[in-house]
RNA sequence: GGAGAGGUGGCCGAGUGGCCGAAGGCGCACGCUUGGAAAGCGUGUGUGGGGCAACUCACCGAGGGUUCGAAUCCCUCCCUCUCCGCCA
C-alpha cells in the first residue's frame, strides 16, 4: 500500500513505478476515483453534520415541536442513505485499486523485463571440476534409496516426494544448522502459524493477486502460507510498537505451500519445483528509516551468504530487476546457487525490502522515541535455507566419485557421518 | 461438540438511550522539585479520513437493525476466557 497522499501528489512516480515493474495500473483511472470518491465522502459528512446538530435540537423540543420537526429530518435521512450507498461503492473500488498501486523501484534496481536481466553482482566458489560422470540429485538419491518421488506422486500427485533415511536425516540437519545460524546471530526463534487468515495474505501483499498460487481452505476462509514471511511479517499487525523494541529481528522453521500454478512443464523433474518444501526465513521489522533499512537489507543477505559459503556451496548473488520485482519490493536480491544437473545457477534464496508498503497494509506501526504521532514500520525478510531445494546443491555439489557424498563439515557433527551413502 | 462469561484508548478499567470520543489509573511527553536520580506535584497525551485553516466525519470486536438520537437496545458473525466432553 502507497501513502495515498503522496500518490496525489507524485502520480508521475507512481507511473513510473508501474512503468518500470510492468505492472498494468492506470494511475489517472485510480486519481479520478479517488476525486470523486473524496467529493462524495464529504457530501455524505455534510448530512450526517446536518442530522446530527438537528438530532440534538430534537432533543430539548417539547413534544409538540419535536413532531413537526421529524418529518424534516426522515427526508435527509431518506438523502443520506442513497449518498452513503454511492459512498459505500466508490469505496470499495476506491480500496480495490489502491491496493494495485506498485512500490518504486529502488534506483539502483536495473530495469528488465524477466529473470534473464537480472544482474549478477558477484560470485562465490567454483562450480565442481569431475573427473567422473556426474549424477543428478535424482539418481544419487535413487541409487541410496533415499528419494522416492514416484511414490510421492502416489501419495500426492506431482510435485511431491519423499525422503528417506538418511537424506530425510540431512535435511533436518541442514534446517536446524540454520536456525541456530540465526539464533547466533540474535534472531529471536518463532513458531509460527502456517494456515493464516486472508488479512495476513492481503497484508504482506501475496492477496489480491497471488490466489492462483495459494492453498485455499475455503471453508474456513484461510490459506496456508508459501512463506514463513506472512506470520512473521503480520505477527504485529494492527498494532503500535514502542520505538525501544524495534527492530525486531525474527527467524521461523516452518513448512511451505505452493500450487505452482502456470508452471506446467517447467521443473518438472526431481525436487527443485515443489508442492511442500521446509524453509528456515528471517524477517525484521524495523523503524521508518531508508538508511537503515538499505544496510538492514544488506546484514540479512549477509546471513544466508554466510551459511552458503559454510556449506561449501558456490554461488551468485544477483539485483533482481524490475520486471522481476513484486508489486511491494523496493529491492530485491537473490542468491543462485550452482547446481550441476543444471549446468547453471539455481535461485535459492531471495532477500526483499518492503520499506513500509506491507507494514501500510498490515497497520504495522511503532510510536516514536519521545512520543508524536505513530509511525508506519519497515520491513524485510529473505531465506535462510529452504529444503529441498537446497539438498540439490549439496548432493550434486558433493558427489564423489564413488556415488557417495561428502558432508560439509558444519554439518558433520549433527549428522554423525563425513559422508551419505557410505 | 455442550453450558456459561466477556470483547471499551499504547495498556488496565468505568460507563444501560442525548450532558460520552468516552471517568479513573498506568504508561508516555513537558515542566517543577533534586547535586543527580527515585518518589512527589502540575500540565498535556486516542486513531484514521476529508479540508489542510477554522473545522468536520468515522471509530467503544465486525456487520446489519431499532430510534429524532446508540458504547449503551435488538439480530447475525468473529474472537477470548471458564467448566464439561472429545482428542494430538
Redesign the pocket.
Known sequence: ML???WV?ENPDAVRSAAQRKRVAVDVDAFLDLDLRF?KQ??A???M??E??????E??RMSPEE?AQA?AG??ET?ARLKEAEAQE?ELRASHQEQALLLPMPPAAEVPDGIDDQDNVELRRVGDPPDFDFEPLSHIELGEKHGVLDIARGVKLSGSRNYLLLGELARLEQCVLQHALEHMIGRGFEPVSVPTLVSYACMEGTGYFPGGEEQAYLAERDQMSLVGTAEVPLTAIHSD??L?ASRLPLRRVALSPCYRREAGTYGKDTKGLYRVHQFWKVEQVVIGPNDEEWSIAEHQRMLGHATELMEELELPFRVVNVCTGDLGQGQVQKFDIETWMPSRNGYGETHSASRFYDFQARRLKL?Y?PE?????VFCHTLNNTVIASPRVLIALLENHQCADGRVRIPEVLRPRFGADFLGS
Open positions: 501513502d495515498l497522499k496525489r473524496r465522502q464529504q455524505v459528512e455534510a450526517r453534520a442530522l446530527k446538530a438537528a438530532a440534538k430534537l432533543g419535536r421529524l429530518q426522515q435521512k459505500q498494532e503500535v514502542a506501526r510510536r519521545g512520543g508524536g504521532k505513530p
